[in-house]
Nanobody, 129 residues
Framework: QLQLVESGGGLVQPGGSLRLTCKTS????????IAWFRQAPGRAREGVSW???????????YYVDSVKGRFTISRDNAKGTVYLQMNNMTPDDTAVYYC???????????????????WGQGTQVTVSS
């Protein structure tokens, strides 16, 4: 099965930035829609952002309201990777961040975790002063 690995997490002060990377050592991610989810301590896992696969159609992205304008999801098709650039971070962004892959998706149900075929192990992001 597809093995996903997240990286780039760590400690950052409020107002700072981090860039997370989702990649696979086995295949390219270009053919998959990719979502970022996060789970804060004591809370359920929630959707953060989504990007469509590189299928020749116009690229589509989605964000939850709490990160819109601060976070940017993007692809590097040559590297077969997906990024989540997180700017102006707040303590509310503290969570374990996961990427998830869906081979067949149009984004209508991107917040439904059952839509995703593969999940990474998660990377810890802590925003604290």
């Amino acid at each position: 099965q597809l093995q996903l690995v997240e990286s780039g997490g760590g400690l950052v002060q409020p107002g700072g930035s981090l860039r997370l990377t989702c990649k696979t050592s086995q295949y390219t991610l270009d053919y998959y829609a990719i979502a970022w989810f996060r789970q804060a301590p004591g809370r359920a896992r929630e959707g953060v952002s989504w990007i469509s696969s590189s299928d020749g159609s116009d690229e589509k992205t989605y964000y939850v309201d709490s990160v819109k304008g601060r976070f940017t999801i993007s692809r590097d098709n040559a590297k077969g990777t997906v990024y989540l650039q997180m700017n102006n971070m707040t303590p509310d962004d503290t969570a374990v961040y996961y990427c998830a892959a869906d081979l067949f998706a149009d984004g209508d149900k991107w917040l439904d975790q059952t839509e995703y075929d593969y999940w990474g192990q998660g990377t810890q992001v802590t925003v604290s002063s």
